[in-house]
Each structure stands twice: as C-alpha cells, then as structure tokens.
Nanobody, 122 residues
Framework: QVQLDESGGGLVQAGGSLRLSCAASGYTRSSYVMGWFRQAPGKEREFVAAITWSGGITSSADSVKGRFIISRANAKNTVYLQMNSLKPEDTAVYYC???????????????WGQGTQVTVSS
C-alpha cells in the first residue's frame, strides 16, 4: 500500500508560479513511476506529467511543455511539479499517482492522492 499526500496548491494570478509536492509513504519501492494528473470542473481527468524514480525519465502533456517541470527527491520520497506561467485554464484539482510505466493513461496508475486545488485568476 502506498500513501500519497499532495500539497502546495492555492490561488495565483495568471503568469504566476506554484510548486506542488507529492510525498509518498508506505511500500514506495513498488512505485516506479510518479505522475501528475488534473481535473477541471466538468472535465475528465487528464495527464500532466510523469517521472521515473530511478532514471529520471520524464514525460509531459503538450499543454504544459515549456511551463511545467516535474522532478523528484528520492531521499524524501517526494515528487514536485513546478508550474510557471500559469494560465486560467490550468485551474483544476491536481492529483499525484503511482504506476509502473510512464504513460498518460490514468488506468495504469494504481494509487492516488486526495488532490490539491490550483486556481489561476485572470
């Protein structure tokens, strides 16, 4: 069992930045990949970015490339999502999740956090 705890969400103006954190605990050695997803009101949950624990391989959605950076701190079992140049359309609940492969398919991720709200005002 893996527990995930997101933090760092909040309200920010367009063009601003936020850094989300996801701390993993429990049997984290089974969590080869950590991913971030988001869900805006009335929309389906969508892939944002993912990273492997060991190799540092990353993937991100086209909508956030050049603005969002995913990174990890293995010693802390923590993954970060640095979000820059935020836009109102980035407003959503952001979730972290664990999986076995880097993919944008949310069905491949087994454990999920409770989410953290990010609101970008125009």
């Amino acid at each position: 069992q893996v527990q995930l705890d997101e933090s760092g969400g909040g309200l920010v103006q367009a063009g601003g930045s936020l850094r989300l954190s996801c701390a993993a605990s429990g049997y984290t050695r089974s969590s080869y990949v950590m991913g971030w997803f988001r869900q805006a009101p009335g929309k389906e949950r969508e892939f944002v970015a993912a990273i492997t624990w060991s190799g540092g391989i990353t993937s991100s959605a086209d909508s956030v490339k050049g603005r969002f950076i995913i990174s990890r701190a293995n010693a802390k079992n923590t993954v970060y999502l640095q979000m820059n140049s935020l836009k109102p359309e980035d407003t959503a609940v952001y979730y972290c999740a664990t999986g076995d492969i880097i993919t944008d398919n949310m069905r491949s991720y087994r454990y999920w956090g409770q989410g953290t709200q990010v609101t970008v005002s125009s």
